[in-house]
């Protein structure tokens, strides 16, 4: 598949969840290029149909873009529940266990969804593996010691890179943090790595997104398809 194919299931996908957005809610939005085509909806929804609703954002890229189209973005402290939340996502297999961070907004992007009374995926059909660990897991790590924590990752044979810029400087998160990419290949017990990462002094949060998500939405050449989560 080529990229402007790639894109094209991006942007169905993307079309099709921002029909999940009504009148009054308060919806979480996440971050990436799947995330752009449904804030471009959401955004065409506002202004030709007068959709109104209030969004929390997963990056300060998001709330920029939404906040172009005139769509109502508040702090996630300024609210008290989120109804639904859409994000894109790196990797997801049949158990609904997925990677996430690859626009490095891991962070945000799991701290609105555990907030979030529904949670919704759009990916296009690449994305949907088998077995997870392909696309590097990514871990946000504090900057101070991260050389440290970078060093215990490799003596356990997790292969991790940190994530750099165009320029060769550490890309750094919303947080401020950095992004260390673990080249796994595939991740056989996610529950364990996930336990092993979030109690590793130095990291914030990891990729691993285990059983959150309750549908997810493929972009597919045959159309949109909807993956119903049968344990949430
Ligand atoms: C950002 C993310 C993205 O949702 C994920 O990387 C998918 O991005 P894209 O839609 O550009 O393929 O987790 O941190």
């Not at 929390?56 to 109502?72: H, L, M, N, W």
Request: no cysteine.
């Amino acid at each position: 598949m080529d990229k402007a194919q790639q894109d094209a299931l991006k942007k169905a996908a993307g079309i099709e969840a921002a029909k999940l957005i009504e009148n009054g809610m308060i919806a979480g939005l996440g971050t990436g290029s799947t995330v752009r085509f449904l804030v471009d909806e959401l955004g065409r929804r506002v202004k030709e149909e007068g959709l109104q609703f209030t969004g929390v954002t997963t990056s300060r890229r998001t709330q920029e873009q939404a906040e172009g189209y005139g769509i109502k973005i508040v702090d996630i402290d300024d609210v008290d529940h989120i109804d639904i939340t859409i994000d894109g996502a790196d990797e997801v297999d049949k158990n609904f266990n997925g990677i996430k961070g690859g626009g490095a907004a891991l962070l945000w992007e799991k701290i609105v969804a555990t907030n979030s009374n529904k949670i919704v995926w759009i990916v296009d059909e690449s994305k949907v593996v088998d077995t997870i660990g392909k696309f590097p897991l990514p871990v946000e790590v504090i900057p101070f010691g991260a050389g440290h924590v970078i060093k215990k990752f490799e003596a356990k044979g997790y292969k991790p890179t940190l994530r750099l810029d165009a320029d060769g400087k550490p890309v750094r998160t919303d947080e401020n943090n950095y992004v260390v990419d673990l080249h796994l290949e595939r991740i056989d017990h996610p529950q364990e790595l996930a336990e092993d990462l979030i109690t590793t002094v130095g990291v914030v949060e990891h990729g691993l997104f285990l059983n959150m998500v309750d549908k997810v939405i493929v972009g597919d050449p045959d159309g949109p398809r909807v993956l119903l989560n049968p344990n949430k």
